[in-house]
C-alpha cells in the first residue's frame, strides 16, 4: 500500500507566477488535509477536504489560495499569483473515512520557493 | 483556541542516553499523536494516544498521555543517532471524525556518537 503522495518535491516559481501542488491520498482514505510548514514555524493547518468537497478552509488564506479534490485524481492545493512570503513546505496528510479521531498520514511535503 | 507547548526546544545527547520531550495543551486533549520529521521530509506517524493514562511503545520510544489529558511525554531509551530528528506532537481540538490536527513547534534532537 502505497503512502501518501505529493509532487513535485520541489517547486521553484518567481513572484506572481501560479504553483499547483498535487496530493494522492493513501489507497482507501477519502479525507485529505493540507498543511503548511513556514521556516522557523510549526505546522499549520490549511484546509479539510473529502471527495469533491470543502469542509474546513479555516486555516486558508482568504485571496490566492485555493483547493480541491475532484471525484478522479488528485487533490490539488493552488496558489495564484505568488509571493515570497509563500515560500515553505506544503504537507498533505490523508485519513480512511471511519468516525473519530483517525491517524491522518503525511506525505514528503513539497517545498515551494518563490524567487 | 488550543495550543501545543513543546518543551525543551532542541536537545542534544551523547548516544546511548534517555531523553525525555514533553508537550503541554491549554485544553483537554482528544487525541494525541506524536510525529518524526527529518530535516527537508515528511512527517513519520510514531504513535497516538487517546486515553488518559495510556502508555504506548514502540522500539525504544515510549509515550504516556497523562490521566488530565493535558500532557504527554515521549521518552527515548539508549538513544541512538538514528533517532536523531524533530518530534513533533498533534492533537485534534475536537473530538469528532475529520478535524484538524494542530501542532506544537517541534523539539530538535540531535545524538551525538
Known amino acids: 500500500n502505497a503512502g501518501v503522495m505529493q509532487n513535485p518535491r520541489h517547486l521553484v516559481r518567481r513572484r506572481g507566477q501560479e504553483a499547483r501542488l498535487r496530493c494522492s491520498p493513501m489507497k482507501g482514505h477519502s479525507h485529505v488535509y493540507w498543511y503548511r510548514q513556514l521556516p522557523e514555524e510549526g505546522l499549520k493547518f490549511m484546509v479539510y477536504?473529502?471527495?469533491?468537497?470543502?469542509?474546513?478552509e479555516s486555516g486558508m488564506p482568504k485571496e490566492r489560495f485555493s483547493a480541491e479534490f475532484p471525484k478522479e485524481g488528485p487533490s490539488i492545493l493552488r496558489i495564484q499569483q505568488v509571493v515570497r512570503g509563500d515560500s515553505a513546505a506544503y504537507f498533505c496528510a490523508s485519513s480512511p473515512p471511519e468516525q473519530g479521531g483517525e491517524t491522518q498520514y503525511f506525505g514528503p511535503g513539497t517545498r515551494l520557493l518563490v524567487l | 483556541s488550543q495550543e501545543l507547548e513543546q518543551s525543551p526546544q532542541s536537545l542534544i545527547v551523547q548516544e546511548g542516553k534517555n531523553l525525555t520531550i514533553n508537550c503541554t495543551s491549554s485544553k483537554t486533549l482528544y487525541g494525541l499523536y506524536w510525529y518524526k520529521q527529518k530535516y527537508g521530509e515528511g512527517l513519520i506517524f510514531l504513535m497516538m494516544l487517546q486515553k488518559g493514562g495510556e502508555e504506548k511503545s514502540h522500539e525504544k520510544i515510549t509515550a504516556k498521555l497523562d490521566e488530565k489529558k493535558q500532557q504527554s511525554s515521549l521518552h527515548i531509551t539508549a538513544s541512538q543517532p538514528s533517532h536523531a530528528g524533530i518530534y513533533l506532537c498533534g492533537a485534534f481540538t475536537h473530538n469528532q471524525a475529520g478535524t484538524a490536527l494542530i501542532f506544537g513547534k517541534g523539539t530538535t534532537l540531535s545524538v551525538s556518537s
Open positions: 477536504l473529502q471527495k469533491e468537497n470543502i469542509i474546513d
